[in-house]
């Protein structure tokens, strides 16, 4: 008996390493406190979704996927560290963050890129991200589930022109996200009729914005255009309201948010408008609905969650493709994962069980996610629709939709 033990024993100890339990950890630097939390608590939230459903369909390579989850405290040196502990000592094959693009820019120019490690952004939108892989700075491992703000910026010159906006300022953030969202506002605006009577920047996590309030407001615009965030625009939209301004705003896609809705007050957000990076529903879009707020207790509506499900995962889909975490296979099995030619696999247990299993046999697959079906051009951008959006009784409502084709109609005009 003891010797046919010690022989079952032995005969564990000689079996594959892929036969045995194992785990594989993707790094998250996410934005979990500080003026862009609540992106980042939902897109944590959203890749955990992902790989749970990637877990419970067999998992990937052999193993289990985790998570090893750091703040970025919406600080870009302590997002810096935190890819740097992640890559150098935990050896993490990829790293899903930003959420915004202040945190992911110098993730990828000091750590991610150099190091030769997939980074996946679901929601840094900024032109200077595309320009860096254009000019050689990214090595092709930067990609990002959420379209540029050179076509956001497209987007909402048209959405303020509709909506009677023609005479405008503009309060933005003084980080390259807003200075970019400005740039590309207002070329548009202009040449489609509007007038940009004024910037003002500002910095974050001031105490108080009168004085920026109170320089905008000198020229009588119609609209204020409020490139912020929810804790930051709360402030500057409170006191524009307080000091007599029209109550007329038009936002970007990080103000869609309940917290700034009720920290300045639905009776004064009667005529505020947004645009957000839209979607081309498909059935990963009414799987996640249905099933991300018993996972998480948060809105599926949440900015950046529903991109941060799809970031997950393809993350975990590459894996699989690459046959583990092998960093330099990723960047290319993300792109296999959205073959154009492969079998159509959506989000969820099932769809993913039938991923792998095709995986496995060789073939192509071509995952549709929650924001629909993309594809990543040589920079890892995509293109998209943008979602048309008006506070109506205190709730983001959709009025209205950018195709991609509209937003390339809309830039000819002004070239």
């Known amino acids: ?61 052999g193993c289990m996927l985790k998570t090893d989850t750091r703040d970025s405290q919406t600080q870009a040196n302590v997002a810096v560290d935190a890819a740097t502990q992640l890559v150098q000592v935990a050896k993490v094959p990829a790293i899903i963050g930003g959420i915004i693009s202040p945190m992911s820019i110098p ?10 490690v997939l980074q996946v952004s679901p929601a ?61 506002f207002s070329d548009p605006y202009t040449a489609l009729g509007g007038t940009v009577v004024s910037v003002t920047p500002y910095n974050a996590k001031q105490s108080s914005y009168a004085s920026e309030v109170t320089a905008a407001m000198a ?23 307080s000091q007599g301004g029209v109550q007329k705003f038009l936002l970007n896609d990080g103000m869609n948010s309940e917290d700034f809705i009720a920290a300045v007050g639905k009776e004064y957000l009667g005529n505020a408008f947004g ?88 073939k192509a697959i071509r995952y549709e996610g929650v924001i629909g079906p993309v594809n990543f051009d040589q920079y890892g951008d995509i293109a998209g629709p943008f979602r048309l959006w008006q506070i109506v009784d205190g709730v983001v409502t959709t009025v209205g939709e950018m195709s991609t084709t509209d937003v390339e109609t809309v830039k000819a005009q002004v070239k």
């Open 107 to 116: 993730i990828l120019t000091s750590v991610t890129g150099p190091a030769k």
């Open 275 to 362: 645009t957000s990076s839209g979607t081309n529903p498909t059935a990963s879009t009414e799987y996640f609905n249905a099933n991300y707020n018993a996972f998480s207790g948060l809105d599926p509506a949440a900015p950046a969650a529903d991109r941060s499900y799809d970031a997950g995962a393809l993350v975990g889909l590459a894996v699989a493709i690459a046959g583990g975490p092998d960093a330099a296979k990723l960047p290319e099995a993300l792109r296999k994962a959205v073959d154009p030619a492969g079998e159509v696999i959506h989000a969820g247990k099932d769809e993913f069980a039938k991923a792998l299993k095709l995986i496995a046999e060789g």
């Open 1 to 61: 008996m003891k010797k046919t033990l010690l022989a079952t024993v032995a005969a564990l100890a000689l079996l594959p390493a892929a036969a045995q339990a194992c785990d594989i950890t993707i790094g998250l630097v996410l934005e979990l406190t500080g003026e862009a939390g609540a992106y980042g608590q939902a897109g944590a939230k959203s890749v955990e979704m992902a790989f749970r459903d990637l877990n419970d369909a067999g998992g990937v390579a």
């Open 219 to 241: 020229g009588e615009p119609d609209a204020l255009y409020l490139i912020s965030d929810p804790i930051d625009g709360a402030t500057i939209a409170r006191t524009w309201v």
């Open 124 to 184: 840094s939108s900024s032109p200077t991200l595309t320009a860096l892989g254009r000019e050689g700075k990214t090595n092709g491992v930067f990609f990002r589930t959420i379209t540029s703000d050179a076509l956001q910026g497209v987007a909402a010159a048209k959405f303020a022109i509709d909506n009677g906006m023609k005479k405008i300022v503009i309060i933005h953030q003084n980080n390259d996200f807003g200075v970019n969202l400005v740039k590309e």
